[in-house]
């Protein structure tokens, strides 16, 4: 492997050794899981979206890899939010930085959280999750652009460490403007573009039933099915947001092109979810090499020789 690629990003004012690492969700609910992503190439950590309380999510089954794809209605089961918070502490161990991803069940509960999070110095950001599709009743802040605004509204005054936000997939230009107007009137630290695409629904044909439990049948889709959706998400966001913003880019990644992808489009980092469940931390090394790989090729040796550098055919 190419020694002279460098990988290495800043998101949040910290540098990450490697652009790749884990999405909340799969696989860093449980102290055990958070370790052995501090072990890994990861090149950071992030926790399960936490709530105010510990919970045990929706009814299994709630998570099925299909092949393209994934559909999941966790629920957000998680062990509440301290225990993410104190596992801050346990992640120094490891050579890069301990996000905390943080899902409160209302505008309160994210207040709440964020406000409690203050003493916990080894938090290197908090990504505040605008866009959980699984909570049956609860709609996803993300697509009502006044609550938004109002979330980021309270919480910035109580938050004290740099905060980014995890926004739903958006599929309308308009749409794309609104949030961003909303975004920059906040000291953003960073955004994640995309979640899953939520209430999609996948089928068996044999048995003529849905896949999953919760909802329905109805659940976020991940995997390769959202990447177009995805690169449009970083491509509009890195274009509208102010440049000292972070994107984070999050969908459909499973090689070293999919992630020198997103980083064309504007990522300056890149996350793994459907994939990291099914391989395992070994994606991280292995989507790390073949994205460096490319660099080399293509004469690159950091990715700032290409962020955001997408080319269109209108000259
Ligand atoms: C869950 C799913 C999400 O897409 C998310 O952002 C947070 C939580 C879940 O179902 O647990």
């Known amino acids: 492997m190419p020694s002279s690629v460098s990988l290495s990003t800043q ?23 958070l370790h052995v992503i501090g072990q890994s190439a990861s090149g950071a950590i992030l926790s399960k979206s936490a709530t105010r309380e510990k919970r045990m999510g929706n009814e299994e089954p709630r998570y099925v890899d299909t092949g393209w794809g994934s559909i999941n209605s966790m629920g957000l089961p998680n062990e509440g939010y301290l225990y993410y918070a104190r596992f801050a502490q346990q992640a120094v161990a490891y050579d890069k930085p301990y996000f905390m991803s943080v899902s409160g069940l209302s505008l309160e ?9 203050e003493p916990f ?15 049956p009743g609860k709609p996803q802040t993300g697509y009502d652009f006044e609550q938004s605004r109002r979330t980021l509204e309270a919480v910035f005054p109580v938050c004290k460490q740099p905060l980014g936000v995890k926004l739903p997939p958006y599929f309308d230009i308009p749409h794309f403007q609104m949030m961003a107007e909303v975004l920059n009137d906040f000291p953003l630290a960073f ?3 995309v979640n899953s695409i939520g209430n999609g629904l996948v089928i068996d ?4 039933q849905v896949l999953i439990r919760p909802k329905h049948g109805f659940g976020g889709i991940g995997g390769d099915y959202i990447k177009p959706t995805a690169l449009a998400n970083v491509r509009q966001f890195y274009t509208l947001l102010d440049k000292n913003v972070a994107i984070i880019g999050c969908g459909g990644v499973r090689s070293g092109e999919d992630a020198f992808e997103h980083i064309l489009c504007g990522a300056s980092a890149v996350q793994i979810g459907t994939q990291f469940m ?3 931390t070994a994606c991280f090394e292995r989507i790390a090499g073949e994205l460096k790989n490319i660099m080399a090729k293509k004469g690159y040796s950091c ?6 550098r997408l080319k269109t055919l209108d000259g």
């Open 11 to 33: 998101v949040a004012g910290v540098v990450l050794p490697s652009c790749i690492y884990n999405a909340s969700g799969p696989l860093c609910s449980h102290e055990d899981e």
């Open 109 to 117: 509960d994210n207040v709440h959280i964020i406000r409690e999070l």
């Open 121 to 135: 110095e080894h938090i290197a950001g908090i990504e505040l999750n605008l866009s959980c599709p699984n909570v």
């Open 191 to 193: 955004v994640t573009c």
């Open 205 to 208: 044909l044999d048995s003529e």
């Open 278 to 280: 099914r391989e395992g």
């Open 303 to 308: 990715l700032e020789d290409f962020k955001g």
